[in-house]
């Protein structure tokens, strides 16, 4: 058995220059954050991008960079700035990502950058087959590297490829206004196994394979001529284990030993003892539906105005993809209603939003977690959400409301939380005072059926299940040829 290599555009930490040195951050995101667990504890190799571009890069410092990624069992593929603006800037994230989160207004379709596109996927797969060993497996991941399992394919015919995608796939007639929706499902089909979240996003994988390629499908196998690829579902969990304990050790610091938004969390809590926080996570991305969430939440305040100066929200947005027009004009937007929604019900001592837009280090997302009454998070499509799925988590003595957007994939999975549609503002409104109402004994109760199944699921049997379901497929593929 060989080793395996993790492939995709983020490497768990990016790298900065600071001071003239190199610093290292985690990266945000679930790919990352999910991974990270299951890279850390095997023998595996990670090849992405830095997050520096060439031209960032000095000289003196290309050693120390490869030493920094090392210590993460990483390696880096070098991208140019004209590189990162039409493959990561460009295709990614002006076309993919918004038609995949059916968004098709915001969707680009530029030649150039589907060319660029097709050019980095080509230098994703070259650092694999530079890497690559035949008995290795090599997972992709991701929306950013579709085409690479067919580059690497085309090298290596008998290596074991599978790939997870981490974000929706649309339906057909969503995924069939994208110029290269043929090129794009030949690069997927160079893999052995592909896995997405949900069911149906499976399910529209497979309508747009039978569609567009008119191959041969049964049930959730495409058979080729010389190879059979298997189409599932896995469901991505959490590394349930860290955030249980974290949350457990955080309860026993002493004052002194807290952080210093704890210390403000407990003060708000002291002076108003009966006031309800409630809190939402998120990058910065139209698909969270943040907008929609501020306005949902002052219409909230208007319906129910008892709970003016006993309720907060909490927001923390962590700047995304922030050289894309729309993440530029989302700030704004959030900006500006902040500043409106708190204008309009701000008291003396009350002001119902506070808002933070930055990365916070995983200690504070733990005191946000733990010091929340309610976790309110509304995309208006998102793959999974595993940030829902990290608040149940850390709550140790299972009290405490989720309430989620039954667009979420983490929603087939939560049926316990309080599901909403993103859109229904009187649905939230209602919920959220539901939220608040809620008796002890039913929140523990809920919690408990999600707690018992977000620790069985975690994501080390998410990663096991996809990596034992890729070695048994390339077994029957093999029978299948050597009938
Ligand atoms: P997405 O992958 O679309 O960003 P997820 O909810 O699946 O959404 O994953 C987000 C991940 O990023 C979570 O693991 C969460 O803990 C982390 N995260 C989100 N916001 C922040 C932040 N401000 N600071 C640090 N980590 C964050
Ligand atoms: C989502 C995507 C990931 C991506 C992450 C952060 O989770 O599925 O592929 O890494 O968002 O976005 P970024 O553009 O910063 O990598």
Do not use: C
Not at 214 to 227: A, K, P, Q, W
Not at 411 to 417: G, L, P
């Amino acid at each position: 058995m060989g080793k395996t290599i993790i492939i995709s555009n983020r490497l768990p930490i990016q790298l900065q220059i600071h001071n003239g040195g190199i610093t290292a951050i985690p990266s945000v995101g679930g790919l990352a954050t999910g991974m990270k667990s299951v890279h850390s504890g095997g023998d595996s190799l990670w090849i992405g991008w830095s997050g520096l571009t060439d031209e960032e890069i000095p000289e003196n410092l290309v050693g120390d960079i490869d030493d920094a990624l090392s210590k993460h069992g990483s390696s880096k593929v070098n991208l140019s700035q004209q590189e990162v603006d039409g493959f990561y800037y460009g295709f990614s994230n002006r076309t993919v990502w918004p038609l995949f989160h059916y968004f098709l207004e915001y969707s680009e379709f530029e030649i150039e950058s589907w060319e660029t596109y097709k050019k980095v996927n080509q230098k994703f797969a070259d650092a694999i087959v530079a890497k690559a060993d035949d008995d290795d497996t090599i997972w992709v991941h991701d929306y950013q590297l579709m085409l690479v399992p067919q580059m690497v394919r085309e090298k290596l015919p008998n290596i074991s490829i599978g790939f997870f995608l981490h974000i929706p796939f649309p339906s057909f007639e969503i995924f069939r206004t994208l110029p290269w929706r043929k090129e794009v499902l030949e690069g997927l089909l160079g893999s052995d196994l592909i896995g997405f979240h949900t069911y149906d996003y499976e399910r529209h994988f497979l309508s747009s394979v039978r569609r567009i390629l008119g191959l041969d499908v049964s049930f959730n196998d495409i058979y080729l001529e010389d190879r059979i690829i298997k189409v599932d579902s896995f469901p991505m969990g959490i590394d349930y284990k860290k955030f249980s304990d974290a949350a457990l050790e955080h309860q026993q610091r002493s004052k002194a030993e807290q952080s210093e938004l704890q210390q403000r969390l407990n003060n708000h809590k002291e002076s108003a003892p009966d006031a309800k926080f409630i809190l939402s996570i998120d990058r910065l991305d139209y698909t969270k539906g943040i907008a929609k969430r501020l306005n949902a939440f002052e219409y909230f305040l208007t319906k129910y105005p008892q709970y003016k100066e006993k309720v907060r929200l909490i927001i923390l947005a962590v700047p995304s993809r922030s050289n894309v027009p729309q993440y530029q004009l989302l700030k704004r937007e959030v900006d500006e209603l902040v500043g409106r929604i708190n204008g309009e019900f701000s008291t003396v001592s009350w002001t119902p939003i506070w808002y933070f837009y930055r990365s916070m280090p995983f200690e504070n997302l733990i005191d946000l977690y733990t010091s929340s009454d309610i976790a309110w998070l509304t995309p208006i499509r998102d793959g999974m959400n595993l940030v829902a799925k990290e608040y149940v988590a850390t709550r140790t003595d299972k009290t405490g409301v989720l309430i989620l957007s039954e667009m979420a994939g983490a929603a087939n999975e939560m049926n316990e939380s309080l599901l909403i549609n993103p859109n229904n503002f009187e649905q939230i409104a209602d919920t959220i005072h539901q939220a608040i109402q809620m008796p002890k004994e039913e929140q523990q109760e809920r919690n408990d059926v999600l707690q018992k199944r977000l620790e069985r699921y975690n994501v080390e049997r998410w990663a096991n299940d996809f990596m034992s379901s890729l070695t048994d497929q390339k077994e029957n593929s093999r029978s299948y040829v050597s009938r």
